[in-house]
């Protein structure tokens, strides 16, 4: 009965996301594997807004104040977030460069998603419904993330010219 349930679950959360991912302003509150976040569209949750600014800059807004941002402010244009199938949401530029990471790869135990929560949390689950990144905002102040660090960029770099990243469907 559980599995039943857990597969109409994300029948359901595939359904909303694809009737809402071609829309140019998302109004959904899930990201699904293998779908992408581009400039002014993001999840969106009552006062909880989880946007790709066109500045390049991936911001968690509550109406307007800034809870949560990927640090990446002008750092790039043409950026995407995207929700890759190997379990690593990754900003990336428009010229193809990884900006920011959650560094989730290998962690998705399958179809995996990321939901703007009613709370505040924007949290990335695993197939198992395990919860495997946060953004830890469920109401909190604006908090600062680290940057990629040097050896990891490098790597998703590599990645992504040996062609082994994801490509939005």
Known sequence: ???????????????????????????????LQGYQVGAGAGLVNGP???IMQ???????YKNSRALWASQTYKKGSGCVFTLQYDGNGVLYTGAGGALFATNTNGRNDGAHYIIMQSDGNVV??????????ATGT???SFAQIKPLEAAT???LQQ???????????
């Open 54 to 60: 066109k500045d390049c800059n991936l911001v968690l």
């Open 124 to 133: 990335m689950y695993n197939g198992s419904g395990m919860p495997i990144s």
């Open 153 to 155: 960029l490098e790597s």
């Open 1 to 31: 009965m559980v599995g039943y349930i857990k597969i109409a679950t994300v029948l359901t959360l595939a359904m909303v996301a694809a009737a809402t991912m071609s829309a140019p302003v998302h109004s959904a509150n899930v990201l």
């Open 48 to 50: 909880y807004t989880f």
């Open 138 to 140: 469920n109401g909190m």
């Open 159 to 169: 990645a992504q010219s040996a062609g082994v990243l994801s490509k939005s469907p």
